[in-house]
């Protein structure tokens, strides 16, 4: 098993930055893919940004590439979203999520999910 436990989030003022944290523990070994996913309200969970658990490949949706950049550290079993040029539409609460086998953008694949953490941003 996996656990992932999210922090970061807040109010924010559109043009403004936060930086997510994903916090993995147990058998983080396992974990090949990781990646974050949000769920804006009374809307799907969408993707947003994964990244292998090794670091040499990432993945963006079309709404945050340019904006968001996704990273890892491995010694620290920490995921990172840093979040720039927040924008209202942006309002979400965000997953991080682990994947033992796979890299990909489908929700449907991770195995493990975060708890979620909200981010507001305001016009």
């Known amino acids: 098993q996996v656990q992932l436990i999210e922090s970061g989030g807040g109010l924010v003022q559109a043009g403004g930055s936060l930086r997510l944290s994903c916090a993995a523990s147990?058998?983080?070994?396992?974990?090949?893919?990781m990646a974050w996913f949000r769920q804006p309200p009374g809307k799907e969970r969408d993707f947003v940004a994964a990244i292998t658990w090794s670091g040499s490949t990432t993945y963006y949706a079309d709404s945050v590439k340019g904006r968001f950049t996704i990273s890892r550290d491995n010694a620290k079993n920490m995921m990172y979203l840093q979040m720039n040029s927040l924008k209202p539409e942006d309002t979400a609460v965000y997953y991080c999520a682990a994947d033992p086998s796979r890299f990909g953008t489908l929700k449907v694949q991770y195995d493990y999910w975060g708890q979620g953490t909200q981010v507001t941003v305001s016009s």
């Open positions: 147990g058998r983080t070994l396992s974990i090949y893919a």
